[in-house]
């Protein structure tokens, strides 16, 4: 019997394809990389629907990749070595909300969407934390790329609010991970050794998590946005160490663009929040009176009439900050996600403005503070999909941002293989080892997403 078949007999033949035209779909995400090879696509709805396909691509020596919503843009879903791709969509319940304890498990296809919705619905005290990024993507595929949202620089990356997960593995086997494991509620990730981290970072290649446990935070009932600017660059270090030292922030992103004019700053975005109106105004003024006499020196600007629909944007969760124009024409956006040292951020900025103008582009930038000890540093590039050489120009673009994050001491967020294999080169050569070791007991016949993170 071939592959297709028996991939029909384990999920139904609705849902196997390996019509071409429902592969092509599965062979490139929207950014700038080259597209990929996909033999099948496969949509399980069931924990033992994942472990038998595993367990077919196993024994056949047949690669799969995990795709959640298939959006981090570097082209992580996208497989290397053909194969089957594992489209979690469908396996989409959120199966717990556990409101004392504060947790949400859910499968692998629920949506930032899907989540946000039902608890505002049915939970309104509690929310989770929610990437910018378009409401399609899923909590799980956010999560396991160490993603951040809109109240990352008050409680911490996506990747901490992990409490435990399931996870199939290449060989076929269920491991429950977290409290989860030992019969209880989902409510804790330990203390045990910490096991998520052999899923958390590795982009499918370890295994496929079929539940999640995630944490839940108190929903404040009021908030608010406050905007200051300032053009020194070399303001920012002591300005982000000023305003989170205040600890009074819910979320915190610098932003800027050399288009429109009025754009061209650098500003400070601070969203407080609070349960109490008297906590806004205490909050508000705390804010202004630090940037009224910074102690940095310099001069930051208060914005007295921010327009009210950018105001909104702010204020949406997820904000709207990448206000990264379409300037190419053509809907392609890409950035270098560079998580740095806060003190580096100056440099960064001028070499990022460089590198824009290098290849023709405008320079945009959207960075949010993770708690006061980094930063992600997004530089921004928008091209035309429909353009090979403006995609071609991209790639070179990231490849130099990606280069700047890591001779700036800084860790490339999500990179594409390329990056990838730039942090690989770079890593101490121990550590490789390590890596590999534990790839090659959890996957030994390297069936997971072939590729990525690839071993030198
Ligand atoms: C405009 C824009 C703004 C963005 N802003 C943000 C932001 O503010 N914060 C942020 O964090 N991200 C942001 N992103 C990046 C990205 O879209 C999100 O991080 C998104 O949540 C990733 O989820 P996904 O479902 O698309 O992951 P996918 O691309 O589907 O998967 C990511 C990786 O995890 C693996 N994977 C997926 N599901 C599983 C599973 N069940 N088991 C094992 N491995 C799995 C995949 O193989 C892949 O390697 C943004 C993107 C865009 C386009």
């Not at 928008?382 to 673009?397: C, G, I, P």
Request: with cysteine.
């Amino acid at each position: 019997m071939d592959i297709s078949s028996r991939l029909t007999e384990i999920v139904g033949g609705d849902r196997v394809s390996d019509n071409q035209e429902e592969l092509f779909f599965y062979s490139r995400d929207p950014g700038a990389q080259p597209p990929g090879r996909v033999d099948y696509v496969v949509m399980p709805r069931t924990v033992e629907e994942v472990r038998q396909v595993v367990l077919l691509a196993n024994r056949e020596k047949i690669p799969v990749t995990p795709w959640g919503g298939g959006f981090t843009l570097s082209a992580l879903v996208v497989p290397d070595r053909g194969g089957i791709v594992l489209d979690m969509k469908q396996m989409d319940r959120i199966l717990e909300i556990d409101e004392i304890n504060r947790y949400a498990l859910i499968e692998p296809g629920v949506s930032q969407g899907a989540l946000r919705s039902y608890l505002r619905k049915h939970h309104p005290r509690l929310q989770h934390s929610t990437p910018e990024a378009p409401p399609t993507v899923t909590v799980v595929g956010n999560a396991l790329i160490q993603g951040h949202g809109h109240i990352s620089p008050r409680y911490g990356i996506n990747s901490d609010m992990v409490n435990g997960m399931e996870v199939v593995l290449p060989t076929g086997k269920v491991c429950q991970i977290g409290s989860g494991s030992m019969g209880a509620s989902w409510f804790t990730r330990g203390p045990l050794p910490d096991l998520p981290g052999l899923f958390i970072g590795w982009f499918g290649t370890t295994g496929i998590v079929t539940k999640l446990s995630l944490k839940l935070f108190p929903k404040p009932a009021f908030r608010e946005v406050l905007a200051f600017y300032t053009d020194d660059v070399d303001l920012i270090p002591e300005g982000i160490f000023e305003v989170t030292q205040l600890d009074l922030l819910e979320d915190f992103f610098l932003i800027s663009q050399e288009k429109p004019d009025w754009m061209n700053h650098v500003f400070f975005i601070i969203i407080i929040s609070g349960h109490f109106e008297e906590e806004i105004g205490f909050k508000k003024k705390a804010f202004k009176d630090l940037f009224r006499e910074f102690k940095g020196g310099g001069k930051f600007i208060f914005v007295e009439d921010l327009h009210p629909a950018l105001e909104k944007r702010f204020l949406d969760v997820p904000p709207l900050a990448a206000l990264a124009a379409d300037f190419r024409k053509g809907g392609g956006f890409e950035y270098t996600g560079a998580i740095l040292p806060i003190d580096r951020v100056p440099e960064a900025w001028r070499k990022g403005i460089e590198i824009s103008h290098k290849y023709g582009m405008i320079c945009s930038y959207v960075h949010q503070v993770l708690l006061g000890h980094s930063v992600m540093f997004g530089f921004n590039y928008s091209f035309n999909r429909a353009d090979e050489e403006d995609v071609e120009k991209t790639r070179k673009a990231l490849e130099e941002s990606n280069r700047v994050t890591l001779d700036l001491g800084g860790m490339i967020w999500k990179g594409e293989v390329e990056a990838q294999r730039m942090t690989l080169e770079r890593m101490d050569p121990n550590t490789v080892e390590l890596i590999r070791g534990v790839k090659e007991l959890l996957d030994p016949n390297g069936i997971m997403n072939p590729g990525k993170w690839e071993m030198p």
